[in-house]
């Protein structure tokens, strides 16, 4: 696989996660399936119904604990250790990549295991399943807390868009793996990319928004086909 030198970037959606046990949310046990995503992940269902939401996350905190990475998780993990130039941006708010060793990731959509008072902002970590109390609170000032995440209609953080949109600007190969690449700023990622002449490759089960933008597709398990690209 000739990627030694080249410029890779990868961008993951919950595919990823599928055969780590991970419901994706369009899949069909997909989250969405009993709920529209605005109506659990958005500011607006928050404030209306806080338990409720947090009912949600906590559920999928439960389901991400008994998850492990899989081969799909660790071949990304391995490309870093190889690529002096790879980055990998996600939207998985399951923290699976770090687990399995990835170093170089963006958290585009935030984590599940963080958690953010809704008073003062700050952020901390907090992985305990189940959680004692819900809503939890702040333990600074008692305010209410809420996940690390990006909802539906807010913006994505600064930062982490800014490195993502560059790093897509600058790839020689990149990588759409898992994603229905439906939402956006971060379908938006492959088609900056191809238009600065990146390679696209795309892992997934089925097609895609995106797979009349790739140059290469994998049809899938991506946790069978990303393995075999790489070796
Ligand atoms: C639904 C979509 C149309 N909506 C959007 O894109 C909206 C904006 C918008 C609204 N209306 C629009 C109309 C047109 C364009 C855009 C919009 N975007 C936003 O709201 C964004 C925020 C978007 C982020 C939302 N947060 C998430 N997650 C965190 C929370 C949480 O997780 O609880 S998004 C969430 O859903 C997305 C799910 O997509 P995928 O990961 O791709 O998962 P999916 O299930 O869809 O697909 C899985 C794929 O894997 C494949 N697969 C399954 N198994 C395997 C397998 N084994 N192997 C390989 N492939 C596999 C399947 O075939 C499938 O293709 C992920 O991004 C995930 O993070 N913010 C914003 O626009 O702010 C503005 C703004 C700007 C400035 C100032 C103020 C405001």
């Given at each position: 696989?000739?990627?030694?030198?080249?410029?890779?970037?990868?961008?993951?959606?919950?595919?990823?996660?599928?055969?780590?046990?991970?419901?994706t949310f369009r899949g069909p046990e997909g989250l969405w399936r009993r709920y529209r995503p605005e109506e659990l992940a958005?500011?607006?269902?928050?404030?209306?119904?806080?338990?409720?939401?947090?009912?949600?996350?906590?559920?999928?905190?439960?389901?991400?604990?008994?998850?492990?990475?899989?081969?799909?998780?660790?071949?990304?993990?391995?490309?870093?250790?190889?690529?002096?130039?790879?980055?990998?941006?996600?939207?998985?708010?399951?923290?699976?990549?770090?687990?399995?060793?990835?170093?170089?990731?963006?958290?585009?959509?935030?984590?599940?295991?963080?958690?953010?008072?809704?008073?003062?902002?700050?952020?901390?970590?907090?992985?305990?399943?189940?959680?004692?109390?819900?809503?939890?609170?702040?333990?600074?000032?008692?305010?209410?807390?809420?996940?690390?995440?990006?909802?539906?209609?807010?913006?994505?953080?600064?930062?982490?868009?800014?490195?993502?949109?560059?790093?897509?600007?600058?790839?020689?190969?990149?990588?759409?793996?898992?994603?229905?690449?439906?939402?956006?700023?971060?379908?938006?990622?492959?088609?900056?990319?191809?238009?600065?002449?990146?390679?696209?490759?795309?892992?997934?089960?089925?097609?895609?928004?995106?797979?009349?933008?790739?140059?290469e597709v994998w049809r899938g398990p991506v946790g069978e086909t990303l393995p075999r690209w790489w070796a």
């Amino acid at each position: 696989m000739g990627a030694m030198r080249r410029r890779v970037v990868a961008l993951t959606g919950a595919g990823v996660s599928a055969e780590s046990g991970v419901p994706t949310f369009r899949g069909p046990e997909g989250l969405w399936r009993r709920y529209r995503p605005e109506e659990l992940a958005s500011p607006e269902a928050f404030a209306r119904d806080p338990i409720r939401v947090w009912e949600w996350y906590a559920w999928r905190r439960e389901c991400i604990a008994r998850a492990t990475p899989n081969p799909a998780h660790r071949t990304l993990a391995a490309m870093e250790e190889v690529l002096p130039d790879f980055l990998l941006i996600t939207q998985n708010v399951d923290g699976l990549h770090s687990q399995a060793g990835s170093r170089r990731v963006i958290e585009l959509h935030g984590s599940l295991w963080r958690m953010r008072c809704v008073r003062e902002g700050r952020v901390w970590e907090d992985r305990r399943v189940p959680l004692p109390e819900l809503p939890p609170r702040c333990p600074a000032c008692g305010a209410l807390a809420r996940p690390d995440v990006v909802w539906f209609g807010e913006p994505l953080p600064k930062a982490a868009w800014t490195q993502a949109f560059r790093a897509a600007a600058e790839a020689e190969i990149f990588l759409i793996i898992g994603t229905s690449g439906l939402v956006e700023p971060a379908a938006s990622l492959p088609r900056w990319a191809r238009a600065h002449g990146a390679r696209l490759i795309e892992f997934n089960i089925e097609d895609t928004a995106l797979t009349p933008l790739a140059d290469e597709v994998w049809r899938g398990p991506v946790g069978e086909t990303l393995p075999r690209w790489w070796a």
